[in-house]
């Protein structure tokens, strides 16, 4: 069964900084991508980073302050949170794509999310 | 950026009832369109994949159809569980992937 289990939010001041982690098991995580999927209190899902292999993606808002990060030998995805704001504000998953060795940004499995809240 | 915008915004209907939900995106992503279905404090969950194939153990009530810029999701006889926020997605044209402002089915 797969697993994703995603930790590290919290409160942070705006300016301030956190890394989230997502602990994946149940499938040979080094073979897929990964992506960060955040949501926003009452909004829908917004996309954020992708990674597979040495390729890395990044949705504009997010460039220049967020940096994705993967440990294939711990089986562990990372995001590395710069320069938040408030409207950094959300649900921050972790998603794994359906296919191995692909691209194909379809969404199979989520992680249970791990709140992340920017305010002063 | 492709943007997709689903309609209605909220259906209100009874179990056993018939529901379709609308996506329409801004320029045509083939048959390259994502439904999930999300649940009040859940991640979201995926449904239908590339216009019109059910995910793994997704009952055969869900069915997705379209291409181009105009997509439906159709759910039959609904059951209480069925009742929850569903979204679009496009993979066509990324970054960035885009999701839909979602439609709430809600139980009349």
């Not at chain 1, 997010?62 to 993967?70: E, V, Y």
């Not at chain 2, 216009?51 to 999701?73: M, V």
Request: glycine residues 8%.
């Amino acid at each position: 069964e797969v697993q994703l289990l995603e930790s590290g939010g919290g409160l942070v001041q705006p300016g301030g900084s956190l890394r989230l982690s997502c602990v994946a098991s149940g499938f040979t995580f080094s073979t897929y991508a990964m992506n960060w999927v955040r949501q926003a209190p009452g909004r829908g899902p917004e996309w954020v980073s992708y990674i597979r292999d040495s390729r890395i993606h990044y949705a504009d808002s997010m460039k220049g302050r967020f940096t994705i990060s993967r440990d294939d030998s711990k089986n562990t995805l990372y995001l590395q949170m710069n320069s938040l704001r408030v409207d950094d504000t959300a649900v921050y998953y972790c998603a794994k794509i359906l296919r191995s060795a692909s691209a194909d940004q379809i969404f199979d499995s989520w992680g249970q999310g791990t709140l992340v809240t920017v305010s002063s | 950026e492709v943007v997709l915008t689903q309609s209605p915004a909220t259906l209100s209907l009874s179990p056993g009832e018939g529901a379709t939900l609308s996506c329409r995106a801004s320029q045509s992503v083939d048959n390259y369109l994502v439904w999930y279905q999300q649940k009040p404090g859940q991640a979201p969950r995926l449904l239908i994949y590339d216009a019109s194939n059910r995910a793994t153990g997704i009952p055969a009530r869900f069915s997705g159809s379209g291409s181009g810029t105009d997509f439906t999701l159709t759910i039959t006889n609904l059951e209480p569980e069925d009742f929850a926020v569903y979204y679009c997605q496009q993979r066509k044209y990324w970054p960035p992937i885009t999701f839909g402002q979602g439609t709430r089915l809600e139980i009349k």
